[in-house]
């Protein structure tokens, strides 16, 4: 026995891929202008984290400095 194949009507094919097109289109925008606001969300997460490591590492390299001048001066010898 043999499937048989829906067959539409011209018009409501054409209606339904009209339709389809107009999702597409519809869909990819929205999720391009979805994807907008995460990628700077990352961005911006990205660069926080980054000022924060600097920052950590820059502090550490004052605080050495300055011990070690601390320990060369002569105002804070005892």
């Given at each position: 026995?043999?499937?048989?194949?829906?067959?539409?009507?011209?018009?409501?094919?054409?209606?339904?891929l009209?339709?389809?097109?107009i999702?597409?289109?519809v869909?990819?925008?929205?999720?391009?202008?979805?994807a907008?606001?995460v990628?700077?969300l990352?961005?911006?997460?990205?660069?926080?984290?980054?000022?924060?490591f600097?920052g950590?590492?820059?502090l550490i390299e004052v605080?050495?400095?300055?011990?070690?001048w601390m320990?060369?001066?002569a105002r804070?010898?005892?």
């Amino acid at each position: 026995m043999r499937a048989r194949s829906a067959r539409l009507p011209p018009a409501f094919a054409g209606m339904a891929l009209l339709s389809m097109a107009i999702g597409a289109v519809v869909l990819i925008t929205g999720l391009t202008l979805l994807a907008v606001p995460v990628m700077l969300l990352i961005g911006f997460v990205v660069a926080l984290v980054a000022g924060v490591f600097f920052g950590s590492w820059a502090l550490i390299e004052v605080l050495a400095a300055l011990e070690s001048w601390m320990e060369r001066d002569a105002r804070f010898q005892r």
